[in-house]
């Protein structure tokens, strides 16, 4: 065989090699489209139910007997469970037949037990209600609201779900009569978490992870630049030095739930702050982002080109004025998109904030810096914990809303990075 032919031979052989890698990259690539496509499609189709409502129209009559109006408060001093009240009797009105406590009880149960929130409303805007009946779309409870999504069967042996066969034919009846409607659920995005699913919201834990990345923010942001600055613009290379910068980049991969072993021991035991507060979680998390930032700052000063200084310099400026008018604004852009990328990190963060106690149960919204609060992945954590049924449509909701705002925040990082970024 001669040389040319053996040299043919290989490069059929380099051919196929190259073809085969092809291949496989090809392949993986497939692969990964296509985790994506059913990871992201899951989480939508599990999603969208849990930001849809359930309600009954009934015709409540509010009974001033009651409304207990005899203790002299009026229509202001009438406590919730007086409104929830006059939906049960509404709703028994419908179902005469409904007799006996365990009947009226499981018919009481196909009601929100947060359903007088709605009621209360309409009186106090229309106080000539008081003694008449007026037509409101009341919230079902979540088992009900199950069960009109279709995630409970009546299929289903009566002893393993969670209505029973009479709940189910008076579910029937009101959707027969045209009592039973779907509807955006805003309540998700204006109340706080609830112990009953069909009255939970989200909003307690979006201002709480809002308060706490601007915490993050304002902590971590100038400390990380103004370390890189000097890192990179003014230290020597000496051992104390290249021992700081080692251990920088060794904590950006120290797991989480360090950062906030620290927060309970130094912010918490230590100094004294507020648990379960956006303070002590802003201040764990700019501890956990603090070596993302100063990482993408430093890359970002290092990609000026020499030629900006020594100009500055041959004009006259200090290392000083060098690095703060002419190398951090053009370095702006890179800076910005590392702190981007470092708060949706943190956003998306759960085992640090377990640890400084922001896994309790909080109803009411945060109204500052030190209230008791919780945040996003948090609440999603409770409701995929929980035991009722209805909870899981929230849980895939949350997921959904905190997984548009890190592709949202991801976007907004590389919109900058292409909008600002000067190539050299």
Known sequence: MNSATMSHIQHLRRLRAETRFRRCGQGALTIAVLILV??????????IPGFIQTQVRLAVTFDPALLDLANGGGIAGVRPYSYQLLAQASLRKLFPGAAGHDAQRELDDLLSPNDGEVIKPVLEKTPSLLGNSAKVWIPASSNADLYIKGKISERTPEADRKLSDRQIAWINTLETQG????????GFFTKGDSRA??????LSAMIGSALTLVICLLVAFPLGVMTAVYLEEFARGNVLVRFIEV???????????????LGLAVY?????????????????????ILPVIIIATRAA?????????????????????????????LAMPGIMTGTILGLARAIGETA??????????????PSGFTSPATVMPVQIYLWASSPEA??????????????????????LAIWLRRKFEVRW
């Open 179 to 186: 009592s039973v409607r779907r509807v955006f659920d805003t």
């Open 352 to 365: 640090p904030l377990l640890m400084i106690g922001m896994v309790a149960f909080v109803a009411d919204i």
């Open 390 to 411: 209805g909870f899981a449509q929230k849980t895939a909701a949350g997921i959904l809303v905190l997984l548009v705002l890190l592709l949202a925040m991801n976007a």
């Open 38 to 47: 059913v990871l992201v499609g899951s989480v939508v189709w599990r999603g």
């Open 247 to 261: 251990n920088i980049n060794n904590l950006a991969a120290v797991p989480s739930i360090v950062f906030g072993l």
């Open 197 to 202: 699913p069909s009255a939970a919201g989200f």
């Open 268 to 288: 918490i035991n230590l100094m004294g702050v507020p648990r379960s507060s956006p303070l002590v979680g802003g201040l764990t998390l700019a501890m956990m």
């Open 301 to 329: 000063i290092a990609s000026i080109p020499g030629s900006i200084r020594d100009a500055a310099l041959a004009l006259g400026a200090t290392h000083v004025q060098v690095a703060w008018q002419h190398v951090l604004p």
